[in-house]
């Protein structure tokens, strides 16, 4: 068999320049730079890739961890029972802020309060004289949580607080009887409070304090506070919870911040209104 003659382009595949790049000696600077590119480009699409596809369930955490708070400052997380069955007891509705009423205006399913707050047409600036909490701004809409018993009868309302400590807004859930007047629980879920000082606002001994409290007397009158130093052993010490020791300006934070929300520019004007509802209902 004779030879076929070979043409100076066989044998050059679409791998040639590949090939030819592999060649080079290790320390070649086009080499080096080559490489690094390349590793930076996969890099970039395999973080991409995990950031994309882990964000359904990021979404679903945040979910659970948001139920998590609202079922535990209710006193209602149950070991070994999923958090999302315990969740069915709690109803997501939309408040007015502005009105104290029940609104559909907004999906309570996925109203970002915290967004809402920064978009002056979903918001209102609030004046020296009324920002007691340190927010600047109050959203329009707030989502509260309404717990039922079994007959469908409201328990507990839970109601988003948010307002600044020492270095940070502290942001978490005030519950209440339906009444509003007697406290259930209160509980951060996010604050920079140094820990060991402010960040004592998360200890199980301190909110063990909060339940049972009242926030106003019986002529309406807001009177809780969290005291410098100890709550009385008085009946005055109904509407009194301990200060912190050694961060009494986080614990100043607090007690502005309960009251800012329980009170006229908060959902005052809200848990009147429920407790009308509640007694037409009942
Ligand atoms: C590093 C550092 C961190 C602090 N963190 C807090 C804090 O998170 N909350 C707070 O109220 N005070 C904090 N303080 C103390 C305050 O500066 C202030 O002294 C204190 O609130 C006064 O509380 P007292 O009257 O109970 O001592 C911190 C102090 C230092 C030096």
Redo the contacts with the bound molecule.
Sequence with gaps: MSEQPTSPDKGKSKAGPLRAFLALPNEDPRKMVGVAVALCLVCAVLVSAFAVGLRPMQEANKVLEIRRNILQVAGLMRPGVPIDELFKQVEPRTVDLRTGEFTDAVDPNTFDQRQAARDPALSDALTADQDLAGIKRRSHYAVVYLVKDDAGQVTTVILPVHGY???STLYGYLAVKPDGREIVGLQFYEHA???G???EVDNPNWRGQWPGKLITDENGDLKIHVV?GAAASGPEGAYQVD???????????VDNLVRYWVDKDGFGPFLKNLQKELAQDG
């Excluded at 200060?243 to 934070?253: E, F, P, Y």
């Design positions: 400590g020492l270095w409070e140094t820990p000082l402010g960040g410098k200060g912190l020791a050694g961060a009494t300006l986080t614990a100043r934070g």
